[in-house]
């Protein structure tokens, strides 16, 4: 079974700091997808960030950046410069198996991150 | 955004009342998910459709059942709801086509449901 595993339920940041949210998963797959999801108090899913799994350049979205090592199967998220927006639940995401009907996302359980002032 | 759209938003029932949630996809995709977001759970999928009338469960599939009978809606059903489907639904819906290299979620808004 998939599994996604964020260890750390609650973390928090000063502001224009910078700050890591870990990830791990667990797949037999070579080929799967990575995710983070942003969900601020209004309660919305926002994609942050995509890693495809044949690709080994860490991907980045503006202040968002990943560190993918898939020997370890670790999937980790860095804020750089953290504003007070980015105060929200992450979730950690994993997706594999392209070829059948079985397409399903995983989730961690989150980390509630808090930037402070 | 993604048209993607759930209904209700809100809605309180009593245990053992039918309560059916819909989501509605403007986007024309072949996968939508039904999870639910519980506090120290994360998101957990319940039931997720591949296409119309072609479902599969989730890891949380008790007491829920779907149905797709057009490619832009996916009906979450409890038949009989009870205290611990209290919770937040989240519809998601995926643009995976073809070689699945522009594999994106996008989610509605949730649903909070409380049963009494």
């Known amino acids: 079974a998939q599994t996604v595993t964020q260890s750390q339920p609650e973390m928090s940041v000063q502001e224009a700091e910078t700050v890591t949210l870990s990830c791990t998963y667990d797949?037999?797959?070579?080929?799967?997808?990575l995710f983070w999801y942003k969900q601020p108090p209004s309660r919305q899913m926002i994609l942050v960030i995509r890693?495809?799994?044949?690709?080994?350049q860490n991907a980045t979205e503006n202040r968002f950046s990943v560190n993918f090592q898939k020997a370890a199967k670790s999937f980790s998220l860095k804020i750089s410069d953290s504003q007070l927006g980015d105060t929200a639940m992450y979730f950690c995401?994993?997706?594999?198996?392209?070829?059948?009907?079985?397409?399903?996302?995983?989730f961690g359980k989150g980390t509630l991150l808090t930037v402070n002032p | 955004d993604a048209g993607i759209t759930q209904s209700p938003r809100h809605k309180v029932t009593e245990t053992g009342t039918p309560v059916t949630l819909r989501c509605h996809q403007t986007e024309n995709h072949r996968y939508m998910y039904w999870y639910r977001q519980d506090p120290g759970h994360g998101l957990r999928l319940i039931h997720y459709?591949?296409?119309?009338?072609?479902?599969d469960k989730g890891e949380v599939s008790d007491g829920y059942s779907v149905s797709r009978s057009k490619t832009e809606d996916f009906l979450l059903t409890l038949e009989s709801a009870t205290s611990s489907q209290t919770s937040v639904y989240f519809c998601?819906?995926?643009?995976?086509?073809?070689?699945?290299?522009?594999?994106?979620?996008?989610f509605g808004s949730g649903t909070q449901l409380s049963v009494l």
């Open positions: 890693q495809e799994a044949y690709k080994q």
């Open positions: 459709s591949y296409g119309v009338k072609d479902t």
């Open positions: 998601a819906i995926s643009d995976r086509e073809g070689s699945g290299t522009n594999e994106k979620l996008f």
């Open positions: 995401a994993f997706i594999e198996n392209f070829g059948g009907s079985n397409y399903k996302l995983t």
């Open positions: 797949t037999s797959e070579n080929n799967y997808y």
